[in-house]
């Protein structure tokens, strides 16, 4: 039987710095999902709050690949 995310469960923290670790801790929450291990409402909504580190890291990357572009620019 899945399990609610309102039922005790251990706190975990997770290391989302990059892209790739939010995409391993999907791929992980689909698989429990798909394994009947935690209920799909829950997955989904873990999922669209994974979304939110996984946009600010891109947007950060983003930033920082267009401020080196515009140094160089000044630079040439």
């Given amino acids: 039987m899945a399990r609610k995310l ?3 469960c ?3 923290r997770l290391r989302l710095k990059t892209l790739d ?6 791929s992980r929450l689909y698989w429990a999902a798909k ?6 409402s829950d997955a989904s909504r873990l ?3 994974l979304a939110i580190p996984g946009r600010l890291i ?3 990357d983003i930033e920082a690949r267009l401020a080196t572009l ?3 620019e000044l630079e040439s």
């Fill in 70 to 72: 515009e140094r160089r």
């Fill in 35 to 40: 394994a009947g291990q935690i209920e799909t």
């Fill in 21 to 26: 670790d939010v995409r391993v801790d999907l």
């Fill in 10 to 12: 251990p706190r975990l």
């Fill in 47 to 49: 999922a669209n709050l």
């Fill in 6 to 8: 309102t039922d005790s």
């Fill in 58 to 60: 891109e947007g950060g």
